[in-house]
């Protein structure tokens, strides 16, 4: 199938905290980079970083925005309450469903992705389906939510990985800049200070030269 011919949904997963970083730029700039080539596509934003990088130039396409993400661990509810929403936003009615996520590589490092998100159409279109016999619709359709929830859940706990690494080192090179700021800053104080004593004693001395 052509790209042209295709609907997309993309599904970005940030959070609402910031001072972490590119951490959510990075996602926002794969997605703008996606929207380029997929004008029409379709977004469900994950946290208010990405709704506030999006949601002025691409407010259209939103068709939904889940916020509170970020402020304590996720869990799987969290994940099966995004899927679902989803769901009601239509996915299954997609050709493509696209997440996209920062993966943890390294304390210092991450990476971002994008990873493709099962729908019930290109389940029933897979290759192996066949080999399974008489699968109930009911079956597929909680498998396919499962699949979903566990997905989206994966890509959370990746996210927030990465998003506290990211802070950490962000703080840990905000905390030396600001160390290195204020040893500038005294060291210029004190030259200043100096400068002043030294005057006066000149002034002072002078003054009593002069009677």
Known sequence: MKDDDETEMIIALTSDRGLCGSIHSSVVKAIKARLAEKDDAKLVLVGDKAKAMLQKIHGKKVLGHFNDIGKAPP?????????????????????????YYNSFKSVVAFRTLKVPLPTK???????????????????????NEFTLAT?????????????????????????????????????????????????????????????
Do not use: H
């Not at 509810?77 to 050709?95: E, F, M, P, R, V």
């Not at 029933?124 to 699968?135: C, K, R």
């Open 151 to 211: 997905m989206v859940y994966y890509g959370l706990k990746e996210a927030q990985c990465s998003e506290q690494s990211s802070r950490m080192t962000a703080m840990d090179s905000a905390s030396k800049n600001a160390g290195e700021m204020i040893d500038k800053l005294t060291l210029t104080f004190n030259r200043t200070r100096q400068a002043v004593i030294t005057r006066e004693l000149i002034e002072i001395i002078s003054g009593a030269a002069a009677l």
């Open 75 to 99: 869990v799987f509810q969290d994940a099966s309450k995004i899927a679902l929403s989803a769901i009601d936003l239509g996915l299954q009615d997609y050709t493509r469903v696209t997440m």
């Open 121 to 143: 159409n290109n389940m029933t279109g897979a290759e192996n389906y066949n080999l399974y016999d008489s699968i109930d619709d009911e079956v597929l359709q909680a498998y």
